[in-house]
């Protein structure tokens, strides 16, 4: 099938799809040099925690200015925003399994203040899939000069990292084509993730939150070693 490379923003814990593109590629590559949005395309729970009231968005304040690339956006530490992280996370999950191993590591992450989003992300990211021995190499577009948007930006990032296939979330069909990419020598594949089911607490189980609500009900464990 030759290189397998997938892309994403650098997001804060997203859901276990993200990591199952990770999973199925050979490198990943961060695009952290496009614009910043809040937004992310994505109006589920992939970035929330369940907590006994219910999901609950966790968010890291930023200083953001209006033509900031993802690669430059600072985390905001005037803000007292990490001690309430970690209470919202001992009062959510306390009782689950795994809380002590993955709160250590997580507190140790958060307490090593990173100066940008990006970098804490990846940081927390690249751990989680070393952890879970994906074998995945990573590697950041902000550090050379792509260019492109949207569909070019895929070819010429793809081509960049000597790219034989391209892996892509089903949420890029809008603006990818296959007859395109195959005329430029790319193979494309959309993901096939489908949600995983795992013990939760807090009562029914919630599909697709954060990855973190998963680690701390399951720990560490690849969660799609035996998928078929």
């Not at 923003?9 to 990591?19: C, I």
């Not at 990573?138 to 949207?150: E, T």
Request: charge should be negative; proline fraction near 3%.
């Amino acid at each position: 099938m030759g290189k397998i490379i997938a892309a994403h923003q650098p997001n804060f814990l997203p859901w276990l799809g993200l990591l199952y593109k990770i999973y199925n590629c050979d490198e990943f590559i961060w695009a952290d040099d496009i614009q910043f949005s809040t937004r992310n395309g994505i109006n589920t729970h992939r970035n929330c925690i369940k907590t006994s009231q219910g999901i609950q968005d966790i968010r890291i304040p930023v200083i953001k200015h209006s033509t900031s690339k993802i690669c430059e956006v600072e985390i905001d530490y005037r803000q007292n925003w990490i001690p309430k992280m970690k209470k919202t996370i001992y009062l959510s999950y306390g009782k689950a399994e795994f809380y002590e191993e993955v709160s250590e590591w997580f507190n140790e992450v958060l307490d090593l203040h990173y100066e940008t989003l990006a970098q804490l992300n990846k940081r927390l990211l690249e751990d989680i899939c070393n952890r879970m021995e994906f074998g995945v190499t990573f590697d950041s577009c902000s550090k050379y000069d792509i260019g492109g948007k949207k569909e070019e930006y895929v070819i010429n990032l793809v081509k960049f990292f000597d790219g034989d296939v391209y892996y892509s979330g089903t949420g890029a069909a809008d603006y990818l084509h296959t007859e395109v990419l195959k005329e430029q020598g790319i193979e494309l594949i959309y993901s096939d993730f489908s949600t995983v089911v795992y013990p939760q607490l807090w009562g029914e189980f919630i599909a697709d939150l954060s990855v973190i609500d998963y680690l701390f009900n399951c720990g560490f464990t690849n969660p799609f070693a035996n998928k078929a």
